[in-house]
Nanobody, 126 residues
């Protein structure tokens, strides 16, 4: 099994920044063969893709709505993936989830990922 724990959420004013972290652990987890992604879900809306990164960090995907503002990165030695969020907008308010799948490939689809964290709340005030 794989456990994912997100942290770093909070309340920030529009234009501000936050950095989310997702720490992975588990007997079967290997950062060196695992794709990681970030998704978010706002109240009353479906979960949506935010960003994803391949096991070696070479490939990244971003949703158009966050491109140029958010950066996904990872530190495999620490089994941790990060989401640096800059120029935050009120519409970025949501619960942010980390996801993982043992694969050398990458996907924007939530149902492709096997493991999920519990989520961390991000609230951006106007």
């Amino acid at each position: 099994q794989v456990q994912l724990v997100e942290s770093g959420g909070g309340l920030v004013q529009a234009g501000g920044s936050l950095r989310l972290s997702c720490a992975a652990s588990g007997r079967t987890f290997s950062a060196y063969s695992t794709a990681m992604g970030w998704f978010r879900q706002a109240p009353g809306k479906e979960r949506e893709f935010v960003a994803a990164i391949s096991w070696n960090g070479v490939s990244t995907y971003y949703a158009d709505s966050v491109k140029g503002r958010f950066t996904i990165s990872r530190d495999n030695a620490k089994n941790t993936v990060y989401l640096q969020m800059n120029s935050l907008k009120p519409e970025d308010t949501a619960v942010y989830y980390c996801a993982a799948k043992g694969s050398i490939f990458l996907s924007r689809l939530s149902n492709w990922y096997d493991y999920w964290g519990q989520g961390t709340q991000v609230t951006v005030s106007p």
